[in-house]
């Protein structure tokens, strides 16, 4: 049990040194001097009980402790940029490009409900980074906000969950369901987690294979076979009929905004984060 406060400044150094990878880069961008650096670094230690640096093969990384810090102080930056768009004036508003990567496709799917954000921030704009792991994307800086489909959320991103991704089985009405729609093979590989074997190749049946959640559906729809389906998505959909099985209680996930810990959090970044759980939701209500 720690017994010193923590101190946010503190907080801020050690984030400013894991983002420039060294003291002596992050001691020029707060332009203070490298000792004083490594003081604010060890109270920070001192204040937390832990030790939040350590030394592997790839060089100096933030221990699970150090990432738990990360993922506050990336909070807390979200937070100021929130208030800082509350404080500023009518006039002022938020901009630039945002990178939006989805497991499976999931934020193309999502994209019609980015109308009522889009409308709110005009000066923003948005690419839709093509990805079969949204995850990936994000720890390979491919995209700036992921919309991740995970049992939790990796340890060394920041984010939170937005809603589940419980899936059922289902098939056209009056369609044959001997042949099954699955996940082709470089979508297996990217995400071989228990969520995504459901729709695993069975080399046995026939089969037809797709890339992504809306291709899964539309297949099912068009009466090509049977597939676990996103069950919130395919229930609303009356074409399809839900068939008999449950799917076991370890394939259970849910959808998590993500981004990283370790790079700032942009104005505009922040804003689509904020947003997101009403995204998600408006897909389903017609509203962002």
Known sequence: MHGMAIEWDDVRVFQSAVRAGDYSTAARKLDMDRTTVGRRFARLERATGRSLWEQTSAGYRPTEAGRA???AAAAMERAMARLDRDLAPAGD?????????GTAGLASLLLPAFGAFLDRHPAVSLEVVGARDAIAAIQQRQADVGLAIARTKPRDLAGERIGGFGQA????RGADPARAVVWGHAMMLANPQPWARLNAKDEAGRCVEVDGIAALHDAVRAGLGRAWLWERLAARDPALERLPGTAPAAAAADIWVVHRADLQVEPAVAALIEAMPGILAGTFEGEG
């Open 169 to 172: 089985l289902f098939a056209r």
């Open 69 to 71: 810090v990360l993922r």
């Open 93 to 101: 508003r938020i901009g630039g490009p945002i990178r939006v990567a």
